[in-house]
């Protein structure tokens, strides 16, 4: 099964206004107002404090409040999140909207922590209701997984033959996005499923099955496909409209492979030189991404990529060797972000800590050489500048040396710099 997505819902900062506390003997509209906007800034400490104020409260504000109360505990992975969210599933919000986001919050919650009894039991109000195209198709998801957890197969096949017709149709259904995500990765309960008898007749519906089936959908206008199948496009390198990426990205925030479409976003802008879009881009995947540091490594190396090139160089560093001091990185990512690192402090000037890096990936990684052959070309340059002329040259010697690539542009440059001093 795929891995979850941290809890942190936080609106885009562009989106929300400044938040500031209540008095004291401020009622509880105000306090469960001010949560929101503590909870929307990413200030989660604060909103609680605000739920907290209102969570009695009679009207649905209470049970919303109950439910943030809920989604912040699981965020912090606090034990008290099961006892706070059952709280809230037994007396839910009115709200349709509300109901659905508690059910899918507390799904999400269950099965990441192993609880497919809860998920279950919990979920059976909210499943098979067909009646809220985005988050309900994904309770019905995660319900049909616990089933199947719990060895109830046939209930959970049952389950998803009975909905997955009627939201393949939609592109907003994330459910169906998740279980097309699941099937490509061979996933046991997805694969139970017999997809000939899933419909084709909408845009959404017939890019989903393109992908099952391994066929061409980029003809298919991409404002009609599901969020899943526009990110499949981005990565594949198929042009993709920013605009309609970010949209998709957004509203489908619940989605547990969201990350994938605000680093597609990212890496977008980034090639259109829209530095400042791609980190905000970047920095949404980071809070939506699972909490595995390999699925983080390309959201903070597009992160730190972005930040540099603002000339935001202590931000980048610090994305960079997020990567490279974590004992788990191996290979190019290492490489790169050394060598990434090498470059923030050449471009600041700083020969002799940018020495240090490129000799590290030059020393260590040049079976990576599109990496290690930069490292020796800036590493010459760096020692050029703090007035080692001869051990420059005799870095370019060793690379001219080692280098298999003598067309490259960087080894033509590197044959014009030592030809020059």
């Given at each position: 099964?795929?891995?979850?997505?941290?809890?942190?819902?936080?609106?885009?900062?562009?989106?929300?206004?400044?938040?500031?506390?209540?008095?004291?003997?401020?009622?509880?509209?105000?306090?469960?107002?001010?949560?929101?906007?503590?909870?929307?800034?990413?200030?989660?400490?604060?909103?609680?404090?605000?739920?907290?104020?209102?969570?009695?409260?009679?009207?649905?504000?209470?049970?919303?409040?109950?439910?943030?109360?809920?989604?912040?505990?699981?965020?912090?992975?606090?034990?008290?999140?099961?006892?706070?969210?059952?709280?809230?599933?037994?007396?839910?919000?009115?709200?349709?909207?509300?109901?659905?986001?508690?059910?899918?919050?507390?799904?999400?919650?269950?099965?990441?922590?192993?609880?497919?009894?809860?998920?279950?039991?919990?979920?059976?109000?909210?499943?098979?209701?067909?009646?809220?195209?985005?988050?309900?198709?994904?309770?019905?998801?995660?319900?049909?997984?616990?089933?199947?957890?719990?060895?109830?197969?046939?209930?959970?096949?049952?389950?998803?033959?009975?909905?997955?017709?009627?939201?393949?149709?939609?592109?907003?259904?994330?459910?169906?996005?998740?279980?097309?995500?699941?099937?490509?990765?061979?996933?046991?309960?997805?694969?139970?499923?017999?997809?000939?008898?899933?419909?084709?007749?909408?845009?959404?519906?017939?890019?989903?099955?393109?992908?099952?089936?391994?066929?061409?959908?980029?003809?298919?206008?991409?404002?009609?496909?599901?969020?899943?199948?526009?990110?499949?496009?981005?990565?594949?390198?198929?042009?993709?409209?920013?605009?309609?990426?970010?949209?998709?990205?957004?509203?489908?925030?619940?989605?547990?492979?969201?990350?994938?479409?605000?680093?597609?976003?990212?890496?977008?802008?980034?090639?259109?030189?829209?530095?400042?879009?791609?980190?905000?881009?970047?920095?949404?995947?980071?809070?939506?991404?699972?909490?595995?540091?390999?699925?983080?490594?390309?959201?903070?190396?597009?992160?730190?990529?972005?930040?540099?090139?603002?000339?935001?160089?202590?931000?980048?560093?610090?994305?960079?060797?997020?990567?490279?001091?974590?004992?788990?990185?191996?290979?190019?990512?290492?490489?790169?972000?050394?060598?990434?690192?090498?470059?923030?402090?050449?471009?600041?000037?700083?020969?002799?800590?940018?020495?240090?890096?490129?000799?590290?990936?030059?020393?260590?990684?040049?079976?990576?050489?599109?990496?290690?052959?930069?490292?020796?070309y800036y590493d010459a340059r760096a020692l050029y500048s703090l007035g080692l002329r001869r051990d420059?040259?005799?870095?370019?010697?060793?690379?001219?040396?080692?280098?298999?690539?003598?067309?490259?542009?960087?080894?033509?440059?590197?044959?014009?710099?030592?030809?020059?001093?």
């Amino acid at each position: 099964m795929f891995a979850f997505a941290a809890f942190s819902n936080a609106a885009d900062s562009d989106l929300t206004s400044k938040a500031s506390a209540p008095k004291s003997d401020a009622s509880a509209e105000e306090f469960f107002a001010a949560g929101m906007r503590y909870y929307l800034n990413g200030d989660y400490s604060s909103a609680r404090e605000m739920f907290a104020n209102s969570k009695n409260d009679k009207n649905d504000m209470g049970a919303i409040s109950r439910m943030y109360l809920a989604s912040i505990a699981a965020y912090n992975g606090e034990k008290s999140a099961a006892e706070l969210f059952k709280e809230a599933l037994v007396n839910p919000p009115k709200n349709e909207d509300a109901r659905f986001a508690l059910a899918e919050q507390y799904g999400r919650f269950a099965l990441a922590n192993g609880d497919y009894k809860g998920a279950a039991e919990f979920l059976k109000p909210y499943s098979q209701t067909k009646n809220s195209d985005k988050l309900a198709s994904l309770v019905d998801w995660y319900r049909a997984w616990a089933l199947w957890e719990l060895g109830k197969k046939d209930e959970s096949k049952a389950l998803l033959v009975d909905v997955l017709p009627h939201y393949f149709r939609y592109p907003n259904a994330i459910g169906a996005d998740a279980f097309v995500e699941a099937y490509a990765e061979n996933d046991e309960l997805a694969k139970s499923v017999e997809i000939s008898k899933l419909p084709t007749d909408t845009p959404a519906a017939a890019a989903r099955m393109a992908f099952l089936e391994g066929r061409d959908f980029s003809q298919i206008p991409q404002k009609d496909i599901s969020l899943f199948c526009l990110i499949v496009l981005a990565e594949k390198g198929v042009k993709v409209d920013p605009k309609i990426l970010y949209e998709k990205s957004y509203e489908g925030r619940d989605a547990p492979f969201a990350w994938r479409g605000y680093l597609a976003l990212s890496e977008i802008v980034f090639k259109e030189g829209r530095y400042a879009e791609a980190e905000n881009a970047a920095l949404q995947a980071l809070k939506l991404v699972p909490s595995d540091f390999q699925s983080a490594n390309p959201i903070h190396m597009a992160l730190a990529d972005a930040l540099r090139l603002q000339k935001k160089y202590d931000d980048a560093r610090y994305h960079y060797e997020k990567i490279f001091m974590n004992r788990k990185t191996r290979g190019e990512p290492s490489a790169e972000s050394l060598y990434k690192t090498g470059l923030c402090w050449y471009e600041q000037g700083d020969w002799a800590k940018a020495h240090a890096y490129f000799e590290r990936v030059f020393v260590a990684y040049f079976n990576f050489e599109y990496w290690g052959s930069r490292a020796y070309y800036y590493d010459a340059r760096a020692l050029y500048s703090l007035g080692l002329r001869r051990d420059a040259n005799a870095t370019l010697v060793e690379y001219f040396r080692r280098a298999k690539d003598r067309k490259s542009e960087i080894f033509i440059q590197a044959k014009q710099f030592y030809d020059n001093i």
